[in-house]
């Protein structure tokens, strides 16, 4: 053991052999201090967690799908004739019903052409008149040999000729009759009609000139497109027997529009693509959802809950229980390790979410403790102490009122 005292002696020559001395002695008593051992560290408090219990319901597993109302018909009203549009006759973007008038075109040159054809079919009427009686009267005169038979085929070829004349002019009559029609554009449906595209006065080309769309509103489409795993899985479902399907063969989805979380809206599927896009890998997919109300429009982001199977018991456990590691759930379960009870980690097959309860496929048992508290500091096998999370109150599962 060093020691930290030191004989002094003065030897002549050697004035400063005192503090020397001195100095070797404070350096001493330093490495003594230096050699003590530091107390270790207390044990880390245990992470008071609070635990739940898996349950199980009666779920149909459902593929959520994101897409976009569209009108179940669209129809551009375009004139059938040229002329000067006289009267525009309906409220933009309001209601109309089927034979509605909406456009008028100026008719007075159809009328005079309705009139000028119309006399062109009496003429032709009243010679093919005369001319059937001058052929009888000459049938008459070659029975009894008073008639060559060239003078005979020479009037009988003229009433040929003026029957044919007369079916030219009546035909032309009808167009001119249609297109004096054709000048009244009526509502071919009953619908919401849009903006008007051509105002009063401006010339309007026949078969081009758009003045303005109507769609029903009865009834409304929804868009969406369906991944191929899921195309696949469905089509091997379909094949067992085990897809969810109407008497008619039919499948309902659920449809959520952008401003609520629920899904209020019923749908039928009434058409599925004939191939998958190579570009995308996904097929598209049609529901129609009625609109008596006319709540919906064309455009509208919403989003389409596809049944996936039929219903089967399946494994749930709370949504905020649920972390990530690269992509890849998992969820802290409580157990029992070297006599501690610790926090470990299990990767799950997660399914659709349900009232904010997650599916879970695969990975947990229902005896399974699922840590639903403070995973934020939790670390891989930490020491935990846990307690079961209570049941909410009526008060806690209200909820509060927004200001």
């Given amino acids: 053991m060093l020691s ?72 551009e009203l375009r004139a059938r004739v040229s002329g000067y549009l ?34 062109a079919v009496a003429q032709f009427e009243a010679r093919a008149r005369r001319l059937r009686g001058q052929e009888q009267r000459a049938r008459s005169l070659l029975e009894k040999r008073a ?16 029957e ?40 309007v080309v026949q078969d081009q000139t758009l003045l303005a769309t109507i769609i029903p509103v009865e009834k ?23 897809l969810q399907e109407t008497a008619e ?15 209020t809206l019923q749908g039928v599927v009434d058409f599925q693509d004939n191939q998958v896009d190579p570009a995308t890998g996904t097929q598209r997919m049609r529901a129609v959802i009625e609109n008596s109300d006319g709540l919906l ?3 509208l982001f919403v989003r389409i809950r596809y049944p996936v199977g039929t219903a089967r018991e399946s494994l749930l456990i709370p949504e905020e229980c649920l972390a990530s590691d690269q992509g890849r759930p998992f969820v802290f379960v409580v157990q029992q390790q070297d006599g501690q009870v610790v926090a470990a980690a299990r990767y799950i097959e997660t399914g659709p979410l349900e009232g904010g309860m997650r599916v879970i496929r695969d990975g947990l048992t229902l005896q399974d403790q699922v840590i639903a508290t403070g995973l934020q500091r939790l670390r891989r096998n930490a020491q935990i102490k846990a307690q079961p999370r209570p049941e909410p109150s009526n008060v806690d599962k ?3 009122a927004s200001n």
């Fill in 4 to 75: 930290s005292s030191c004989h002094v002696e003065r030897m002549p020559g050697h004035p400063f052999s005192l503090g020397v001395c001195l100095l070797v002695g404070c350096l001493l008593a330093g490495l003594t201090g230096c050699q003590k051992t530091a107390p270790p560290p207390p044990p880390a408090k245990p992470l008071t967690v609070q635990f739940v219990l898996p349950e199980t319901r009666m779920i149909t597993e459902q593929e959520e799908f994101t897409g976009r109302t569209a009108a179940t018909e669209r129809v």
């Fill in 164 to 203: 044919a004349s007369l079916e030219s002019a009546l035909a032309a009559h009808e167009t001119a009759r249609l297109n004096l029609e054709f000048t009244t554009i009526t509502a071919p449906l009953t619908g919401r009609i849009g903006q008007r595209q051509v105002d009063v006065g401006n010339l």
């Fill in 249 to 263: 063969g039919a499948i309902h989805v659920q449809v959520a529009l952008a401003d609520s979380d629920q899904f």
């Fill in 147 to 162: 008639m060559s038979q060239e003078e005979y085929e020479a009037v009988q070829y003229e009433l040929t000729e003026a």
């Fill in 398 to 400: 209200a909820t509060p």
């Fill in 220 to 242: 409304v489409n929804v868009l969406f497109d369906m991944d191929e795993r899921t195309v696949l899985r469905l089509r091997r479902l379909q094949q067992a027997g085990e």
């Fill in 297 to 299: 429009s064309p455009g």
């Fill in 86 to 119: 006289q009267v525009v006759d309906f409220p933009e973007g309001r209601l109309v019903q089927k034979g509605q008038v909406l456009f008028r075109i100026d008719d007075r040159p159809f009328r005079a052409e309705e009139k000028r054809t119309q006399a």
